[in-house]
């Protein structure tokens, strides 16, 4: 009898050591999941990380501190990819008072910045062409700038002077959204008075989610390239919209301006391409406009993303988001999770050791 109990008691103690191994088993998995969940949630995808900054930007950006105004005819800007394009819209606001080229100009041509200041617009302060092109500045006695968000990089300890382009991102690798507004509006204030209001930020981003969602579905999952058209200070625009394609979805895109695009690049048209113009909303008839119906009356897609011809920054400002969200929204609709630039790493690192 006694053994029968002893025995009743060791597989009573069995089945608890049994059940508290597997609490600890069902406790340690919780706890792996949570932590897996806290990862994942501390280290979002690089489209998620995209679609954060760009709706961030209509609140951040009023923290942001912008330049001093300068005299335009004094200025040279340069610098690469984003950063050009942001040089570039600040020349076309300038009344092209300021002069906008690459950094290969400048270091082939420095006599470009006779009699000026060179200011240098790069995020990191890395790119080896615009050291360079500073370096090739600081030769002839010329004053620099650099416009960055790196105030440690070789490019501000090179130039004279750093305009601290101050942001909040997610700290994700992703393509360029919030960096290049902040540094868009930073060059614009540098050669012009800007005023940007609360109301200026939120209006053009809901506008923008309007005008991107009646055409999105209008785009083909696999064209044979994307072009965007536009004039005047919106062909940078148009630059920075197939930048955000050829980085976010792998997609050939080309900018033009329109009137370029009808010389040549038109014959080489496909019915699989997808135009996209950036179109400010005249009450007459344009050349513009008329060619857009013409185009559509020969079966291309065309599509038009309308703007407000409205004063100030607010077109500009609806036609960054508009492109910012396009890429986006196909990215998401696609079902991807990263851009197409953080997937491809051996082309991720030929572009960087290129450009570093």
């Not at 059940?19 to 792996?32: D, F, I, P, T």
């Not at 620099?144 to 501000?156: G, H």
């Not at 507004?181 to 930020?201: F, G």
């Amino acid at each position: 009898m006694e053994l029968f109990i002893t025995e009743m008691k060791r597989k009573a103690y069995r089945k608890f050591l049994d059940a508290l191994e597997n609490a600890a088993l069902v406790a340690a998995y919780k706890l792996g999941e949570s932590c897996y969940r806290v990862q994942n949630m501390a280290q979002p995808k690089s489209v998620e990380a995209m679609e954060h900054e760009i709706e961030s930007q209509s609140t951040l950006l009023l923290k942001l501190e912008l330049p001093e105004r300068v005299d335009p005819t004094k200025c040279v800007m340069t610098g690469s990819g984003d950063s050009y394009v942001a040089a570039s819209i600040a020349s076309y606001l300038s009344n092209r008072r300021t002069v906008c080229c690459f950094p290969s100009e400048l270091i082939l041509n420095n006599d470009i910045l006779e009699g000026k200041e060179l200011y240098v617009v790069s995020i990191s302060g890395r790119t080896a062409q615009n050291i360079a092109a500073a370096k090739a500045a600081k030769k002839r006695n010329i004053k620099t700038t650099a416009i960055t968000a790196n105030s440690y990089s070789e490019l501000a300890r090179l130039c004279d002077r750093v305009v601290r382009v101050d942001y909040s991102d997610s700290g994700v690798p992703t393509s360029g959204s919030i960096s290049f507004l902040s540094t868009l509006l930073a060059c614009v204030s540098l050669v012009t008075r800007i005023t940007v209001s609360p109301k200026d930020l939120q209006g053009a981003l809901e506008v923008a989610k309007t005008t991107v969602n009646s055409i999105l579905d209008q785009i083909s999952d696999t064209p044979s390239s994307i072009l965007y058209l536009a004039e005047g200070p919106l062909y940078p625009i148009a630059w920075y919209g197939s930048l955000k394609m050829n980085e976010v979805l792998g997609v050939r895109s080309f900018p033009y301006s329109i009137q370029e695009y009808c010389h040549a690049p038109l014959f080489s048209i496909k019915k699989d391409d997808t135009i996209i113009i950036l179109n400010e909303i005249y009450s007459e008839a344009t050349p513009e406009n008329e060619f857009l119906q013409k185009l559509r009356k020969l079966n291309f897609p065309v599509l038009s993303l309308d703007l407000p011809v409205s004063p100030g920054i607010s077109c500009l400002l609806q036609a960054v988001f508009s492109v910012q969200l396009l890429a986006l929204r196909k990215a998401k609709k696609k079902g991807m999770t990263d851009c197409f630039f953080a997937q491809s790493r051996d082309l991720l690192n030929a572009s960087s050791a290129c450009i570093y």
